[in-house]
């Protein structure tokens, strides 16, 4: 079973914390400097740790399978073409949305002076 790189960074805030609080315990005796001392060895160790794993990526695992360049622009070239059909067809859909709306305001307009001259024809009956 292998540590995958997100399991080692997690293990290096873990212990980096510890470590940290542990330390400053021993050091200091003000509580707010028990937490700024926790605070920069976690972030320390955080980052001494990220700079170990990307060096060691890099350097040792040279493995063809982890960059896949080409599939993967192969792959984002599908995903604009679908994304592109779907806004086209969104677009259209708004469109003929717009229309229908346009439509339905045209007749509730010309309904309007209708219902007027039907509530003026009632008052004087």
Known sequence: MTLRMDN???FA???GFFI???LSFIKFDEPEMIIAGTLVSTIGFYLIFLLSASL???FF???PKITQKPSYNRLLEEYIEEFDKREKITNKI???LRTMEKTLKEEDIDD????KQKNTYAKNF
């Open 8 to 10: 080692f960074l997690s």
């Open 94 to 96: 708004r469109s003929f």
């Open 56 to 58: 060691c990526v890099k």
């Open 13 to 15: 805030v873990v212990s």
């Open 61 to 63: 695992n040279q493995d």
């Open 112 to 115: 309007a002076p209708k219902s």
């Open 20 to 22: 940290g609080l542990l």
